[in-house]
């Protein structure tokens, strides 16, 4: 477990700091980063307000003004990690949840399907097909509420973003760059080449559990046609 | 009781301190850009420090009481017949005309007993990338209606000392309004101060930034020489946070504000210490600032004697209002 070993921590601000574990990309580092964000997040210390995973380590949001706040960010970072890491590691349970999500994939959704196979040299039936057969994992969250990274991508597919970002994307709309897949919550500017759309809600903030997917969740694409599409999308 | 919108202003919408612990699924903290001044306008009237207030920006708005209502506005100094930084009891059917913004960009308009809105997830802070929170999720506009809870407002504005005609002899101080510009703002170098080069690091430093006009309540642009990196690597997104300054391939730095994207792509040069974030927000479009670089520990300090300063002058308020202080 040499790769479970912060790398350093750094503040973001005078209230909050970044504990690095690894500089790129690492999934079995990020799954290390999962556990022990949720291990931090259990012990309910009342002085942190956020713990937020992200793909190469993990932020803690404190609230200064608490009076049991030790005062330095970095050092209360570093020793809240040292101190979570080994219930993290020895936890059974694996993070998040499984979560399925149904997509479109027809023309009027993929937006850059044509485009997307052109680049990877594939006919745009195995870009689906491929995409749909991966299992993902919630890497880290943000851009946007609701908005997951997802890391498990076939690497055939891992083109890079477009050349210029849309003004708008739908929201709904299922798009990969990278080695990576993202479902846009709500119509927003982007650059991720948009292959289906799917027609759940990903952020809601009137429900209990405002976001659909938290991070650590295992996520499956399932395939489903357009009168399924608008049938599931006029019921939500 | 109510308030009636005549003319909603540039940008008015209701906000709080904010909404925490969402950060791990994208939702940023928002709440009011000045909480300083939140915090100033609610003692006015009498309200928990954090009840939400109409933020009014720039241009501001006009609107009429529907009933006898105790009011206060505490932040930019704005064009109005209607004094600041003091509470008053506003009559039934007083109009309440807000102008432009003289000094300062922002401003509370807190109400006694605050409005009656039900809180999105602990908060009654508008978000406006999501559309909700606050009124509808949304920006005031002509002919909204909001209902205020019932406060007692003669009752509050006679156990004020020294009440008479309507408002008082005193007033708040301006705790987060610049005296002159360019304002100075405290920074920590931030993860990739080091990757830029060295005619960068300075200038960063060295230059009298402006805020561009595409600035908002997400983050505020900063127009001056372009920022460089010697090797323009892609870095792996990483967290952000309230006052970090991002430097996108442009090298236009941007400093994020209250409903800042809580996670980015692009190198973070520095990190604005908690306790100018205030000071910063109340820069229009066109305001001039300049960074000085601080460490931890001086931040820790800016932060505990900027505390001490709102504490303070809410424990004069609460004097006035016949309150016991600590």
Known sequence: ?236 | MSIRVLRPGLLTTLQDHGRHGFQRVGLCPGGAMDKVSLALANALVGNPPDEAALEITVIGPEIEFQEDTLVAVCGAEFESAFPHNRPVLARKGTRFNVGRAKRGARAYIAVAGGFAIEPVLGSRSTYLPGHFGGFGGRALKHGDVLALRDASAHERFKSLKKAKDGTVRWSAPPLTLPDREPILVHVIEGQHFASFDSTSQRGFFDTVWRVAPDSNRMGFRLSGPPLGRPQADEILSGPTCLGSVQVPPSGVPIALMADHQTTGGYPRIAEIVSADVARLAQLAPGGKVHFAKCSLEMAGELRRDARERLQSALRGIEWEYGKKTK
């Not at chain 1, 870009?127 to 890497?139: D, K, N």
């Open chain 1, 1 to 236: 477990m040499a790769k479970a070993r912060p790398l350093g921590v750094v503040p973001l601000g005078d209230s909050a700091a970044y504990v690095e574990f690894s500089s790129t990309l690492d999934l079995e580092v990020n799954s290390v980063i999962q556990r022990l964000a949720l291990a931090i997040l259990k012990r309910n210390v009342p002085w942190v307000r956020d713990v937020v995973p992200a793909l190469g380590g993990v932020a803690l949001h404190f609230d200064p003004d608490n009076p049991e706040f030790p005062g330095n960010p970095l050092e209360a970072a570093l020793e809240l990690v040292t101190d979570s890491l080994k219930a993290a590691l020895e936890a059974k349970a694996e993070p998040g949840r499984e979560v399925e999500l149904p997509v479109c994939y027809e023309s009027e959704f993929a937006l850059d399907l044509a485009e997307v196979a052109k680049k990877a040299g594939l006919a745009p039936a195995e870009v689906i097909e491929r995409h749909a057969a991966g299992e993902y994992r919630v890497l880290m969250m943000g851009f946007a509420p609701g908005h997951a990274y997802m890391g498990g991508l076939d690497e055939k597919l891992a083109v890079p973003r477009r050349a210029s970002p849309r003004a708008i994307v739908p929201a709904g709309s299922v798009a990969i760059a990278n080695e990576q897949t993202v479902v846009y919550p709500y119509a927003i500017s982007g650059g991720w080449n948009v292959i289906g759309r799917t027609p759940m809600v990903l952020f809601d903030a009137a429900r209990q559990r405002p976001s659909l997917l938290w991070p650590g969740d295992r996520v499956r694409f399932r395939a489903i046609s357009r009168e399924k599409y608008i049938e599931m999308a006029s019921g939500q």
